[in-house]
């Protein structure tokens, strides 16, 4: 399995931007499908973004479509995700997660590896 390391969560204003960056090691990065989710509270993990292997494709959950990004370096085997515009109901403990395949799912069931997370808290 990949390794990965997730960094970049902090405390944040309504409105306001963090990126966060996960870093991947142990195998060939560019085997893997990357995506983010998150859990908030007493809630189940959901699915936050995903990109294919090559970069190539997105996919977004609809509560952050338009406001979040992700994106991947396959030289320094990282993937981002640039959240803008945040709302208080996007705190939450974000993990990174890694599939040994292609194709963009959302399902938790369909990746192989995960980070520890990273705590983001927005403020009201």
């Known amino acids: 399995q990949v390794q990965l390391k997730e960094s970049g969560g902090g405390l944040v204003q309504a409105g306001g931007s963090l990126r966060l960056s996960c870093a991947a090691s142990g195998r060939t990065f560019t085997d893997y499908a990357m995506a983010w989710f998150r859990q908030a509270p007493g809630k189940e993990r959901e699915f936050v973004a995903v990109?294919?292997?090559?970069?190539?494709?997105?996919a977004y959950a609809d509560s952050v479509k338009g406001r979040f990004t992700i994106s991947r370096d396959n030289y320094e085997n990282t993937v981002s995700l640039q959240m803008n515009s945040l709302k208080p109901e996007d705190t939450a403990v974000y993990y990174c997660?890694?599939?040994?395949?292609?194709?963009?799912?959302?399902?938790?069931?369909?990746?192989?590896?995960w980070g520890q997370g990273t705590q983001v808290t927005v403020s009201s």
């Open positions: 990109i294919n292997r090559s970069g190539s494709e997105k």
């Open positions: 997660a890694a599939r040994f395949s292609e194709g963009l799912p959302s399902m938790l069931w369909a990746y192989d590896s």
